[in-house]
């Protein structure tokens, strides 16, 4: 158990020690589109609170349609929250503390565990429940910690589809605009040149 406990807590630390630096650097590759999401997801959680809103005024009005009112209120409302946690995943402050706080708990819990036995070692009746108690509590701690990474992780994926998309119209863009202008100009070597390079780049 000991030992168990002592890997969970190394991997606890080591986890923190390589998030950090790894969500700062990603947040400043793709904060532009972590800026779109967070626009997108605040867009979607207005949409939807206004049609709860309309939902709700219309149960004022008429309550014979009550039943398929009340299903259409659950799915904007599930749509609202769902919208309200992507937000918070997108809130770089909200990402170090609930990462700092997950990850103090999960330490403090398997600190106590060592700390327990310790003092207790010769006191049996005491020492298994208690000890046992601060482990688990330091493995949920951890979990909890695993999952939020995941969902972190799920975001990043969302934010880079939306960095290759702009990068794909940029040059969509870019291509058009020098084809247009070479039509327009004719046969001048040097857009010809550009036009060439700028393919041969993409």
Known sequence: MNK?????????????????PILSIIVGLYNEAFKKLSEQYQIEKMQ????INGQLSKIKVDDSNIENIQNSLNKLKLLNKAATR?????????????ISISTGLSFIFFA??????????????LQIPVSFAFAFCGLLALLYLVGYLLKLFNIVVE??????????????????LLTKI????????????VYISERCRS
Not at 48 to 51: F, K
Not at 114 to 123: A, K, P, T
Not at 182 to 193: A, H, I, N, R, T
């Open 48 to 51: 939807t609170q206004e049609n």
């Open 86 to 98: 992507k937000l918070n995943l997108l809130n770089p402050g909200k990402q170090f503390l609930k």
């Open 182 to 193: 070479s039509e327009g100009f004719g046969d001048s070597p040097y857009l010809k040149s």
């Open 4 to 20: 168990i406990v002592e890997l969970l807590s190394s991997l606890t630390l080591t986890i923190f020690a390589l998030v950090l």
């Open 112 to 125: 106590a565990y060592f700390v327990i036995e310790e003092l207790f070692s010769r006191v049996n009746v």
């Open 159 to 176: 934010a880079s589809n939306i960095q290759n998309q702009n990068r794909v119209n940029y040059e969509s863009s870019v291509k058009e």
